[in-house]
């Protein structure tokens, strides 16, 4: 057998960069197992938004001076940095949004009411976030677009063979995916989702915003035509999101939002448009927040995927292993293809009654349908406590999860 | 271990929570309405009978947490007998107990010192809606609404 080693993660280390973790939370250490709503940042992301701020801030693309000269390019080095983060092909091909929902939404806006056509299906899966759902239900109706489930099987992976027989009439433009479910922790395989969408003459996106955190992602190499994923996630700030789209395909699409920075010229007859990717960026960016995602990729690549990849594996395994001897203690999904975020229900107390009773030990985590009620209801749960893992997890504080589920159990026994 | 969430969590808010006394649907009822809690996913469902402008009974169908069963569990309770105007006034003193933890009047009111469990939400802001959301169906059931939310 071939042992592959990676460049181990130094936990201790990374935690020290990450201010907040020593913090305490009702007079106990911190254990923040909330990654998957938002990640904590590290000092490089604080230090370069507020460096940004101090020493060289002004509005960007605009300025002849030498201050939006420098944030201009500071701006623009966050464009290049998503680029070769997930190795698109051209910058151009990174348009910056808010967040995850900006950017599915303005593919449901403008490729779905100018290139998709009435009549035509959009396929999403029975674990997507409402993000990925609810722009899809005002375009299905709005434009008489056909909106198909790709179920999901009970162990929480995407039903290959359902979505084949989705796409078999051709009328599927467009397959929108999660590439990992924000309440399973499963991911999707997105190669051969993109491969089955192409065969069958669909685009295909996914919804990046949990499988960017922990394994690298390659537009080119999955074969995707559109991902989109947020900045706060990935330890970088809030307001930052990112839509990465093929090149063509942005310039087949008309604009989201009209203003400044996206015009070529304006006159009251007629207006042109700038060119991709700023065709899409209409208004005043979110420019400390770009910069500061900027760092935040920075800041994962010096640690590297394959090093996150690997301590995240652990800590999911360790995971499983410590959870599945609390009794009462039920996890929401088997995939094998899975990451550190475990969603679980307990016998006799309720997923808020449990998260109030952890958050007590100074325990974080999320409790509730996680914007994913769709996927709840088909699996009979109204709610479910979530614990989701980062870089700075470490095994003990899931063996204090752990050890904090059993006192819980115990008080509502 | 946990001797700081008695406040929150007191023998009778887990003894109603597990075993609701009034947590069916009434086989006749005058009113009903739903209550939901959008950001969290709790539900309930308030029926009642009436007499004139009595509240005869009370049931419900609740899905959450023990805090929001034992509080409409409570809520049924205290309201059978009263009059809807009295359930109203009731509320309001119960919502500000939720808010604030104080209840000026629990001393001399039975049905507020019965609800005075529930006073330790106020310590979790995110809690104090678990709480009240049973209360916010029977009063829109009582004015005829279907639906009510916490919101």
């Known amino acids: 057998m071939n042992v592959i080693t990676h460049p181990a993660l130094d936990v201790a280390r990374i935690r020290e960069d990450f201010p907040i973790l020593t913090q305490s939370v009702r007079g106990k250490p911190l254990v923040y197992l909330d990654s998957a709503a938002s990640a904590q940042k590290p000092r490089q992301v604080i230090d370069a938004m507020r460096d940004a701020m101090e020493t060289q801030y002004a509005n960007v693309h605009r300025g002849l001076h030498w201050m939006s000269e420098r944030t201009t390019e500071a701006w623009e080095a966050a464009r290049d940095a998503v680029a070769r983060l997930i190795n698109a092909s051209s910058r151009d091909e990174v348009v910056f949004t808010r967040n995850s929902t900006e950017a599915l939404n303005l593919v449901a806006y403008s490729y779905g009411r100018h290139i998709l056509q009435p009549g035509q299906a959009v396929v999403i899966s029975g674990m997507e976030h409402h993000s990925n759902i609810v722009p899809w239900q005002i375009l299905r109706d709005e ?32 397959v929108s995916i999660t590439h990992m479910s924000n309440v399973l922790g499963s991911y999707t395989p997105a190669e051969r989702i993109a491969q089955l969408a192409h065969a069958h003459g669909a685009k ?4 990046g915003s949990q499988a960017v955190v922990h394994r690298r992602v390659d537009v080119q190499a999955i074969d995707a035509d559109f991902y989109a ?12 999101g990112v839509l990465w789209a093929r090149r063509e395909i942005l310039e087949a699409m008309p604009p989201f939002l009209g203003g400044g920075d996206m015009i070529s010229t304006v006159t009251y007859a007629k207006s042109t448009w700038a060119k991709v990717p700023h065709k899409f960026e209409a208004g005043t960016p979110a420019i400390i927040e770009g910069i500061g995602l900027e760092a935040a990729i920075r800041y994962v690549e010096a640690i590297g995927y394959e090093a996150i990849a690997a301590h995240e594996a652990a800590l999911t395994d360790h995971a499983l292993a410590r959870l599945s001897t609390v009794k009462g203690l039920t996890i929401i999904g088997r995939a094998q293809d899975r990451g550190g975020v475990i969603s679980f229900t307990m016998q006799g107390a309720h997923a808020h009654d449990v998260a109030t009773l952890l958050d007590r030990q100074g325990i974080a985590v999320r409790a509730g349908h996680h ?16 614990a989701s893992f980062g870089i700075y997890t470490m095994p003990e504080e899931i063996d204090a999860l752990a050890d904090a589920l059993e006192r ?4 509502f026994a | 271990m946990f001797d700081d969430v008695r406040d929150l969590y007191q023998e009778v808010i887990l003894d109603h929570g597990r075993k609701p006394r009034h947590g069916r649907r009434l086989a006749a009822f005058d009113a009903s309405a739903k209550g939901d809690n959008p950001m969290c996913g709790d539900r309930v469902e308030v029926f009642l009978r009436r007499e004139g402008d009595t509240i005869s009974e009370v049931g419900f169908e609740a899905r959450g947490c023990a805090i929001s069963v034992a509080s409409a569990d409570l809520m049924a309770e205290v309201v059978a007998g009263r009059r809807a105007t009295d359930a109203r006034a009731l509320f309001a003193e119960f919502r500000e107990m939720a808010r604030t933890g104080e209840c000026p ?3 001399t009111d039975e049905a507020l010192a019965r609800l005075q469990p529930l006073s330790g939400v106020h310590e979790y802001p995110s809690r104090v809606k678990c709480a009240t959301l049973p209360w916010h169906a029977l009063i829109a059931a009582l004015e005829g609404g279907k639906e009510a939310t916490s919101e």
């Open chain 1, 204 to 207: 295909v996106m996914f919804d």
């Open chain 2, 105 to 107: 009047h629990c001393d």
């Open chain 1, 229 to 240: 994923f947020t900045g706060h996630k990935l330890y970088g700030p809030t307001g930052i």
């Open chain 1, 408 to 411: 819980v159990r115990e008080f």
């Open chain 1, 371 to 386: 914007c994913a009620e769709p996927l709840m209801q088909a699996r009979g749960l109204d709610s479910t406590a979530r």
């Open chain 1, 143 to 174: 434009r008489g677009i056909e909106l198909r489930i790709c179920p999901v099987t009970e162990a929480g992976e995407l039903d290959m063979a359902a979505l084949e027989s989705l796409l078999a009439d051709g009328k599927v433009g467009l």
